[in-house]
């Protein structure tokens, strides 16, 4: 027994290193795969593992990150000192790194500030020299993060996402090369800037100063996807540039300075297969004479999501059944119900309802046919203007295979049964339909 002890003694021993020596592919997969601070820690391993972790082209200091280096001993610290800490551990990280520096994700937390420390102005700086293409900063802080102006030399930047931050391009930037989809949120942009001809899709959510993006709606540019919520005024001249636009999502708020025709906005996209809008923008349109004679049709429209509409207002419904005429290959309606809609301040009363229910049941609406429309998603408190739609839905698209109607504002099972029964009795133009009442 001894001598078993022995032998499997020495040949645990004289054991081969089988991890130093995989092929470097393999490693760098499992590097990509560990937390940070983990993947920090194989440089001990081996010469070999020290060399691909300082090659690693995935910088994420995420909340994962911070999380467990704030859990150690810099925890125990004043805020100052964590600050401090942390800054210099992320700033030996890149010292240390030697390769390029392809994706870098950095959220600052909302109790860190580390945006106001100056060492953030080495980071962007390194960065912006090791070709990064894949730029994400999320700051959680309260006060905005002023980007440094290397940032604006990123010049093989491919995708960025910027959070809480200010834009303050340098004089004469004329934008990036190489960038094709940008999402900023809560953003400040101070000065005219773009973000170059190469840009495939913008997102723009809750953003401050976007009147300086004029430049990027130039006739050379290559839009596919262009996302406005919530930002403000736009530039009704930016959609005379947007040919190529194939999704196309507008939600605003607040008071309307501008009214943008509903024509103008069928003609200037003709690609559009997604559309997303918002009660406010509808009732902020002019249909147009164009339009409402329906020679003009979104021949590429696919998917229509309407939020926080409000079908018993009359603007807004004729808008949507507009929409829904001069779209004859339509196939998927999603809708959100705003049942709290006033108008000039005052609650809708129930003649401009019955105006509403008027017109849906008007002889104009009974030639509309919905050859392709195949699923109908309405979310919200379920009126008797909202019924009417309903059915003139049913009764008007032969393909449809489900309607699905979700109403969290029913608490009783009578009014529940009450409502099931009238959407069984309403006519279908298919007998596949099935209606979902959640």
């Not at 390194?126 to 309260?142: D, E, F, P, T």
């Not at 021949?299 to 229509?304: P, Q, S, T």
């Not at 929409?323 to 339509?330: A, K, T, V, W």
């Not at 203007?385 to 295979?401: T, V, Y």
Request: aromatic share 10%; glycine share 6%; charged share 20%.
């Amino acid at each position: 027994m001894a001598s078993d002890d022995k032998t499997w003694r020495l040949d645990y021993g004289d054991a081969v290193d089988r991890i130093s020596n995989l092929p470097a592919n393999l490693m760098g997969l499992i590097l990509k795969s560990l937390p940070l601070q983990d993947a920090a820690r194989t440089s001990v391993l081996s010469k070999k593992w020290r060399g691909i972790w300082r090659m690693l082209p995935c910088l994420v200091f995420d909340d994962k990150f911070f999380g467990k280096l704030l859990s150690k001993r810099i925890l125990k610290k004043d805020k100052e000192s964590q600050l401090s800490g942390v800054s210099r551990t992320i700033s030996g990280i890149l010292l240390a790194h030697s390769g390029p520096i392809l994706k870098f994700h950095l959220c600052i937390p909302l109790d860190l500030p580390l945006h106001k420390y100056p060492d953030t102005i080495f980071w962007i700086r390194n960065i912006s020299h090791n070709g990064v293409r894949k730029l994400k900063l999320y700051n959680k802080a309260i006060s905005p993060y002023e980007i440094p102006s290397y940032f604006f030399s990123c010049s093989e930047l491919t995708h960025l996402r910027l959070k809480n931050c200010i834009l303050n391009p340098p004089l004469k930037f004329g934008g990036f090369c190489n960038l094709i989809s940008v999402r900023l949120v809560d953003v400040i942009i101070t000065t005219a800037m773009s973000f170059g001809t190469q840009l495939g899709e913008l997102y723009l959510n809750r953003c401050t100063g976007i009147e300086h993006l004029g430049c990027q709606f130039e006739y050379n540019n290559n839009l596919t996807v262009l996302s406005i919520m919530e930002c403000g005024e736009v530039e009704l001249q930016w959609f005379d540039c947007t040919q190529k636009v194939e999704n196309l999502r507008l939600v605003f708020n607040g008071v309307a300075k501008k009214i943008m025709g509903l024509d103008k906005l069928v003609n200037k996209m003709p690609k559009i297969h997604t559309l997303y809008l918002n009660g406010f923008l509808l009732k902020s349109l002019q249909p147009g004479a164009t339009v409402m004679k329906r020679p003009t049709t979104m021949e590429f429209l696919k998917h229509l999501h309407l939020y926080d509409v409000a079908l018993c207002d009359s603007p807004q419904i004729q808008y949507v059944i507009c929409l829904i005429r001069i779209s004859p290959n339509l196939r998927n309606i999603y809708m959100h119900l705003n049942s709290e809609v006033e108008r000039n301040g005052t609650n809708l009363t129930a003649d401009m309802e019955l105006m509403v229910l008027q017109y849906l049941q008007s002889p104009n609406l009974i030639d509309v046919i919905l050859d392709d429309l195949e699923t109908v998603e309405i979310h919200g408190k379920v009126g008797s203007a909202d019924l009417e739609f309903i059915k003139f839905l049913l009764a008007s698209s032969p393909s449809l295979r489900w309607m699905k109607l979700l109403d969290d504002n029913i608490f009783y099972f009578e009014e529940a049964l009450k409502i099931s029964r009238e959407l069984m009795k309403f006519p279908r133009a298919s007998t596949a339909a099935q209606i979902i009442w959640t």
